[in-house]
């Protein structure tokens, strides 16, 4: 049932049809060195294939999964051999193209610069991540959607009536719901919509001879749950993340259990959930709620304890929690900050007067001079400068007016005024603490800095 023209391909109207890239490279038999990146089942290889039936160059395939150094060469050779002969060239196209390693991707290098060959190539991962930049700098990506339910629906309908390629010769009786749920089952997939239909007439092939109906119940008895899709390596794996990650940030606990869900039902290790809920603690709320960063650690432990599925409920405790906890990155942009800084400015020391004294040459050069006791002061507070002074005044941490970053903001704001009045004397006499009468002027060396 594999389409044997572009005006059969279903799908990706952002690419075929009047004035799109596809359908006027291929009218032009101009066709540039291509990557197809899209899900499985949304066409690639049929698009490969259409090339190669319609365009006047030669074509050549191979797949990454079985070919390897000495396959690509042999496949050079001939395309050199026929651009000798004063052939048009040749079309060779790489299935799952980013399963060859960087060496073997570089082998395509030269013949595609100078135009021995023309690559297709077809990827189900992120091009970006998996081929090389050399060679990914030398062709047009060309994204491929997954196919909606409608698209596949017609996709099925078109196998049911088909009786020279599809099954239009058996005596099919399908309930209306049929087609519908099986291009929902198939999420995308037209390659596994059309097995799950020729698994389902195989299956039931006794119904189908004594004339009875292909429906939901035959369904559900002869076809097993397609497990979630997700892949822990590939990109699904960080699409996934990345969307429970934004739905958290967004406040949206039902979409954050979702996709906490989609990726627990698809094998995803708990742990590295755990850990990106750590992370995005600190993050996303920071000090705004400082109990958001225990819970994801006690989450964390819980599900080491207990494992999967009993653990899964710990976790969606936390993403429930994280999302609906008061929001401030304001830690984050601060960290940000000041790392910058510090990589620009790393030669810098830190006042003398914060430094330790442990020796008399230290207290003669002035460590630790003039350093002021900060509970020998009312409030347990005094004005000193603890940066290099080249940064001081330097101000990186900016909480928002949201959840206990707020509280957070006040005291800044009461030791910024305190600052103001920095040229207050001590409330009580120097060495002794508020409210003593017991002398400390002998004990500096056992405080605590």
């Known amino acids: 049932m594999r389409p044997r023209s572009l005006a059969e391909v279903l799908g990706q109207r ?7 890239i596809l359908s006027e490279a291929l009218a032009a038999d101009r066709i540039p060195s291509l990557i197809f ?12 294939r259409i090339f190669a039936r319609e365009t006047s160059r030669r074509f050549e395939a191979l797949s990454a999964v079985t070919a390897g150094v000495k396959e690509v060469r042999a496949v050079m050779e001939r395309a050199g051999e026929e651009i000798r002969r004063g052939g048009s060239g040749t079309i060779l196209f790489v299935d799952e193209i980013h399963r060859f390693n960087k060496g073997q991707q570089d082998a395509f290098l030269p013949f595609v610069e100078d135009g021995t060959i023309t690559l297709v190539g077809a990827s189900t991962e992120n091009p970006s991540f998996h081929l090389n930049g050399a060679l990914l700098s030398r062709c047009r990506v060309v994204v491929l959607n997954a196919l909606a339910e409608g698209e596949l629906v017609t996709i099925l309908e078109r196998a049911v009536s088909d009786a020279e390629e599809g099954l239009g010769r058996l005596p099919l009786r ?4 049929l087609l519908p749920t099986l291009a929902k089952l198939a999420e995308g997939d037209g390659r596994y919509a059309l097995n799950l239909l020729e698994t389902l007439v195989d299956l039931t092939a006794a119904t189908i001879a004594a004339g009875g109906e292909l429906g939901i119940k035959e369904l559900e008895s002869c076809l097993q749950r397609r497990a979630a899709r997700h892949d ?6 960080f699409n996934l993340i990345s969307a429970l990650h934004k739905s958290m940030r967004g406040s949206d606990p039902d979409a954050a259990l979702y996709w ?7 094998g ?5 959930i755990a850990r990106r809920l750590i992370r995005f603690a600190s993050e996303d709320i920071g000090n705004a709620d400082p109990s958001a960063l225990a819970l994801a650690l006690h989450a964390k432990d819980a599900y080491h304890f207990l494992g999967s599925p009993e653990g899964d409920l710990a976790l969606a405790q936390a993403v429930v929690y994280l999302a609906t906890a008061p929001k401030s990155n304001s830690l984050y942009r601060a960290y940000g900050e000041a790392q910058r800084v510090a990589a620009r400015s790393g030669h810098l020391s830190p006042p003398l007067a914060v430094l330790n004294a442990p020796t008399a040459l230290m207290k003669e050069l002035g460590y630790g001079k003039e350093y002021r006791y900060a509970h020998d002061y009312e409030h347990g507070f005094v004005a000193q400068e603890y940066l290099p002074a080249e940064l001081g005044g330097s101000r990186f941490y900016k909480p928002v007016e949201r959840g206990f970053e707020r509280e957070i903001a006040r005291r800044l704001a009461w030791w910024h005024k305190l600052r103001e009045q920095s040229h207050q004397p001590p409330t009580t006499p120097a060495g002794q603490f508020p409210g003593s009468d017991i002398d400390t002027s002998q004990k500096d060396e056992n405080k605590v800095d």
Not at 14 to 20: F, Q, T
Not at 232 to 237: I, S, V
Not at 268 to 272: I, M, S, T
């Open 14 to 20: 952002h690419l075929i049809g009047p004035g799109r």
């Open 268 to 272: 995803e290790n708990g742990l590295y």
């Open 174 to 177: 399908l309930s209306p719901e």
């Open 232 to 237: 822990r390596d590939g990109d699904f794996h």
């Open 37 to 48: 990146w899209g899900p499985p089942g949304s066409g690639k290889t049929t698009i490969a």
């Open 260 to 266: 906490l869900a989609r990726m627990l039902t698809g």
